[in-house]
C-alpha cells in the first residue's frame, strides 16, 4: 500500500513555542492532504483538508492562526501549532488521499505525532 | 446527518472466536464504508472497505458486510488472534474524494 511518512513522532516542546510537523507522501501524488487531532481514547477529529497550492479548508472551532497549514508541493504538508500550550497536547495524524479516480476515496495515514507541551 | 454511530466501545473475544463491530449512518449520500484498525501510538491503517453496490466483500479473515435498506455495515474477524487487539474505525465519505466521517472506535482484545 501507499506510505505516508509522519515527522516527528513524538515532541516536546515549552509552552509559547512553534511546533512543525510534516507529513509526506512516499511513493504517490497527494493533491488532497487531511489533518486530524485525537485525544486519548477517542476518534479521530478532522481538523482541515489541505490542497496542494491552496488555502487549507478548516473545520469549524479549529483556529486557522493557531494551526497553520501549508501544502506547498503534491508530497508534503506541513502542520505547524503556533505559540502551543498545554491543552494543545495531542496527537496529530495526517493522511494523504491519491488523485481522484478508481483509488481516489481512499486516505492514507500517517503515524501521528504525539505532541507534549509543558 | 453527518454522523456515524459505532458499537460496541470495547469487546473481548476469545482467540478463535469470531469479532462483529457494527457501525450505522444517516447520510444516504455516503457511497465509500472503509475500516481502519489502528493500534497505541499509531496512525490508523486501511483493513477493507465497501461500496454501497455490493452487500459483502471479503478479505483473508475480515469481511465487511453492508445492508443499504438500513444503513448499517458491519465488520467480521474470523478466527480472532491475539494479534488484531487494536482499536477498530468504521468511516464514511460521499465519495470523490471527500472528507471521512468516523465512528467511534471499537477496543478489541482477543485474549489467548
Known amino acids: 500500500g501507499a506510505v505516508v511518512s509522519q515527522h516527528p513522532s513524538w515532541v516536546i516542546c515549552k509552552s509559547g513555542t512553534s511546533v512543525k510537523i510534516e507529513c509526506r507522501s512516499l511513493d504517490f501524488q497527494a493533491t488532497t492532504m487531511f489533518w486530524y487531532r485525537q485525544f486519548p481514547k477517542q476518534s479521530l477529529m478532522l481538523m482541515a483538508t489541505?490542497?496542494?497550492?491552496?488555502?487549507?479548508?478548516?473545520e469549524q472551532g479549529v483556529e486557522k492562526d493557531k494551526f497553520l497549514i501549508n501544502h506547498a508541493s503534491l508530497t508534503l504538508s506541513t502542520l505547524t501549532v503556533t505559540s502551543a500550550h498545554p491543552e494543545d497536547s495531542s496527537f496529530y495524524i495526517c493522511?494523504?488521499?491519491?488523485?481522484?479516480?478508481?483509488?481516489?476515496?481512499?486516505?492514507?495515514f500517517g503515524a501521528g505525532t504525539r505532541l507534549s507541551v509543558l | 446527518q453527518q454522523q456515524v454511530k459505532q458499537s460496541p466501545q470495547s469487546l473481548i473475544v476469545q482467540k478463535g472466536g469470531i469479532s462483529i463491530i457494527n457501525c450505522a449512518y444517516e447520510n444516504t449520500a455516503f457511497d465509500y464504508f472503509p475500516w481502519y484498525q489502528q493500534f497505541p501510538g499509531k496512525g490508523p491503517a486501511l483493513l477493507i472497505a465497501i461500496r454501497p453496490d455490493v452487500s459483502e466483500k471479503k478479505e483473508g479473515r475480515f469481511t465487511i458486510s453492508f445492508n443499504k435498506s438500513a444503513k448499517q455495515f458491519s465488520l467480521h474477524i474470523m478466527d480472532s488472534q491475539p494479534g488484531d487487539s487494536a482499536t477498530y474505525f468504521c468511516?464514511?465519505?460521499?465519495?470523490?474524494?471527500?472528507?471521512?466521517?468516523f465512528g467511534e472506535g471499537t477496543q478489541l482484545t482477543v485474549n489467548p
Open positions: 493522511s494523504a488521499r491519491p488523485p481522484a479516480g478508481g483509488a481516489g476515496d481512499i486516505q492514507y
Open positions: 468511516a464514511a465519505s460521499e465519495g470523490g474524494g471527500s472528507r471521512l466521517t
Open positions: 489541505s490542497n496542494e497550492g491552496s488555502k487549507a479548508t478548516y
